[in-house]
């Protein structure tokens, strides 16, 4: 939960919200931007960022997001987060 | 140990051992009189044990773990409280996966949900947010658990609840704060430790400013650090050069992620919706004076605590707070003792029949112990 994962921005989500699509080891999800966001979303199309509990909190380069994703896997952690983004999916599959 | 497949840059990691030797002799600590480092986070905790960093380091150099796993430091009166909030016919419980197992006095979440309660792990508060627009009748609480790291996402999550006035989602408010328990280590005479690895993450949205009393008041060296592996090796360097030079200054070896200053947009959400407790209770540590925070009052109807009337909420009963028998979870997790030297690990504790958060949190210290230790007992028989 503390560790962030990298993630490449793909796209806007949702503009008003400051949600941006993200691609993250594979899996797409949407995610906010608020704390990296200084200029227009579109800006952020390309960029790796870190992402905690669904927040991108800093934008780093790919050389970085590289690294940080390998020793994220070899500690279980990329699989950790993958697998609570696939359970948060069914929570919200249910309800919607 | 696998040195060239374990480490990506194995040449590097070679230099940094050899580099901390060096500075070892320089200091003239021993294996009787060894230097203690204490690494924050538990993420560090779990990497130092993943690539056996405190087998290949100098003998005289000693990691110990400190209360960084904010699962782990959770009271069980907390979890009790968790719990009888899922219990609730009109709630939806959302939680991080990290905290569904540890247990509670009477159940776990996981054993609340098996019997009924509607508990559900989510990635992210605002797939709880969503949880809640999608379920306007339900009560959709949010279990906010976590250090400076995960507070600006709860906090950006209230911001935008209030903006769509979703009157039915509310935060459990356990998030805390990294300075305030470091400050209660310092300040206890038995704690004898030489220096600190910061957790990077955290200070990403802090900055390391709010270090600086570590080495101004207490004339201790600090270095914020990543989590590869030759990160804390450069940062367990840098600490102990700065023993070597006598001096104690709050160094960032993970400048690359970590702004001096932190994260302005993350300050911001954290300071328009939080406040601090006056004080807030900690598995080991006790009640810490500031170092939990709560909703201020002009978000009060997204506190579950005010909501429901739980834990420090107005109205709330009085808590009794017993931990459970036999476990030193309070010792481990303030570094006193190995987890190995706890009379319940491996024996009572196990990562599928945990009596303590440590056992089961990716980030406790016994769980670094069990899967990567080595120093399990052998199971009998
Ligand atoms: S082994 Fe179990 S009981 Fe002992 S300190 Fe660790 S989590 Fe607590």
């Known amino acids: 939960m503390c560790l962030g994962i990298p993630g490449q921005i793909i796209g806007i989500a949702d503009e008003a919200r400051l949600m941006a699509m993200a691609e993250v080891s594979g899996v797409r999800r949407a995610v906010n931007v608020a704390c990296v966001a200084s200029g227009p979303l579109t800006d952020l199309v390309g960029r790796w960022v870190l992402i905690h509990v669904g927040f991108a909190m800093s934008v780093i380069d790919a050389e970085e997001a590289e690294r940080t994703l390998q020793a994220l896997r070899d500690l279980g952690q990329v699989q950790e987060a993958m697998d609570a983004m696939a359970e948060s999916e069914n929570a919200l599959a249910a309800a919607r | 140990m696998k040195f060239a497949s374990e480490f990506r840059d194995p040449a590097l990691a070679k230099g940094l051992l050899s580099a901390i030797a060096g500075q070892v002799d320089k200091i003239g600590a021993s294996m009787d009189q060894p230097i203690l480092i204490m690494e924050i986070c538990g993420g560090h905790t779990h990497s130092i044990f993943r690539y056996g960093l405190d087998k290949l380091i100098h003998p005289a150099v000693s990691f110990v773990h400190?209360?960084?796993?904010?699962?782990?430091?959770?009271?069980?009166?907390?979890?009790d409280e968790a719990v009888a909030l899922a219990e609730r016919p009109e709630v939806i419980f959302c939680t991080f996966g990290d905290a569904l197992r540890v247990p509670g006095h009477r159940k776990s979440l996981m054993q609340a949900r098996a019997a009924g309660a509607d508990v559900r792990i989510v990635y992210s508060p605002l797939d709880a947010l969503e949880l809640a627009r999608c379920a306007p009748t339900r009560e959709v609480v949010f279990f906010g658990l976590g250090f400076e790291t995960t507070t600006p996402s709860t906090a950006l999550s209230v911001q935008?609840?209030?903006?769509?006035?979703?009157?039915?989602?509310?935060?459990f408010c356990n998030h805390i704060t990294v300075p305030e328990p470091i400050k209660v280590l310092l300040d206890d005479t038995d704690m004898r430790l030489d220096g600190f690895i910061g957790p990077g993450h955290v200070s990403m949205v802090i900055g390391v400013h709010p270090y600086d009393f570590i080495a101004r008041d207490y004339a201790k060296p600090i270095v914020v650090a990543g989590f590869?592996?030759?990160?804390?090796l450069q940062a367990a360097l840098m600490v102990l050069t700065q023993i070597a030079e006598?001096?104690?200054?709050?160094?960032?070896?993970?400048?690359?992620?970590?702004?001096?200053?932190?994260?302005?947009?993350s300050l911001a959400a954290m300071a328009d919706v939080y406040e601090r407790r006056p004080s807030f209770e900690w598995r080991g540590l006790g009640e810490i004076d500031a170092s939990g925070l709560r909703l201020r009052d002009r978000y009060r109807a997204f506190d579950a605590e005010e909501k429901f009337a739980v834990g420090y909420g107005a109205g709330a009963k009085p808590r009794v707070v017993p931990e459970a028998e036999g476990c030193a979870c309070g010792a481990v997790m303030t570094g006193r003792i190995k987890p190995t030297a706890c009379p319940q690990f491996g024996k009572g504790c196990t990562p599928d029949m945990p009596l303590g958060a440590l056992m089961v949190s990716s980030e406790g210290a016994c769980a670094a112990y069990w899967h990567y230790g080595g120093a399990r007992p052998v199971p009998a028989g």
Do not use: K
Not at chain 2, 66 to 76: E, H, I, K, R
Not at chain 2, 228 to 232: I, N, Q, R, S, Y
């Open chain 2, 66 to 79: 400190g209360p960084g796993c904010p699962v782990c430091v959770l009271p069980m009166a907390r979890v």
């Open chain 2, 228 to 232: 590869e592996p030759t990160d804390l």
């Open chain 2, 246 to 265: 006598g001096r104690a200054e709050v160094e960032n070896q993970y400048s690359r992620v970590v702004p001096e200053h932190g994260n302005p947009v």
């Open chain 2, 160 to 171: 935008q609840a209030a903006r769509e006035g979703l009157t039915n989602f509310s935060i």
